[in-house]
């Protein structure tokens, strides 16, 4: 059974700040891993989409990197800004039949003026 | 701006009472997705369509729970006899094909 964890569960950090953020699967059988951003109480925003077969995407501020053989992917955000204070979620999709993401509980990240 | 859309984005209910929700897909995509999340986890697969047939169903969908999409286009979570558990937000995405699932605004559900 995939499992993904995410660490911190919580982040604090001034503006202006390079940060990363980790997410761990359990199964590197992945079709692909998706990163989203959640605002309180809002839905899921999609950032980031990596294909099995890629190391790394970008957009913008935004670099997302995967390792599927170690089971590790990171989130890296360039010169932090209030703005991108929300919960981050990573989700992986298997390579098998199943079309379900299954998601990790998300780092909270507040980034301070 | 065409994303997914639910309706309605609030739901008070008392229990034993019989809700429904609705989701409007992007146009162009064929799949369909429904999750459930709850307070500080993230969110947990429910059931998937791909066009109007329900290809994978969830443990977490027991027998009160039924989900349609018709005529392949928007579908409905109909939840029967609301127990408090069942209180979280319910989120709905789709895609093309296996491609990157969009996520709508989500149903929060709160069971008196």
């Known amino acids: 059974k995939q499992e993904v964890t995410q660490i911190p569960a919580a982040l604090s950090v001034p503006e202006g700040e390079n940060l990363v953020l980790n997410c761990s699967f359990t199964?590197?059988?992945?079709?692909?891993l998706q990163w989203f951003r959640q605002d309180p109480g809002k839905g899921l925003t999609s950032l980031l989409l990596?294909?099995?077969?890629?190391r790394e995407q970008t957009s913008g501020r935004l670099n997302a990197s995967l390792d599927k053989s170690s089971g590790r992917s990171t989130l890296y955000i360039a010169a932090s800004q209030p703005g991108d204070s929300a919960t981050y979620l990573c989700?992986?999709?298997?390579?098998?039949?199943?079309?379900?993401?299954?998601f990790g509980k998300g780092t909270k990240l507040t980034v301070n003026p | 701006d065409t994303g997914v859309s639910q309706d309605p984005r609030h739901k008070i209910t008392k229990r034993g009472q019989n809700v429904t929700f609705r989701c409007d897909p992007i146009?162009?995509?064929?799949?369909l997705y429904w999750y459930r999340q709850t307070l500080g986890q993230g969110p947990e697969f429910l059931t998937y369509f791909q066009n109007e047939a329900q290809l994978e169903k969830s443990r977490l969908l027991s027998d009160r729970f039924s989900a349609e999409r018709p005529k392949g286009s928007f579908s409905t979570l109909e939840i029967q006899r609301t127990e408090q558990g069942d209180s979280a937000m319910y989120l709905c995405?789709?895609?093309?094909?296996?491609?990157?699932?969009?996520f709508g605004p989500g149903t929060r559900l709160t069971v008196t």
């Open positions: 995405a789709s895609s093309l094909d296996r491609y990157e699932q969009y």
């Open positions: 990596i294909q099995s077969s890629q």
């Open positions: 989700a992986v999709k298997h390579q098998g039949g199943s079309e379900k993401l299954v």
């Open positions: 146009s162009e995509h064929n799949r």
């Open positions: 199964d590197s059988a992945i079709y692909n």
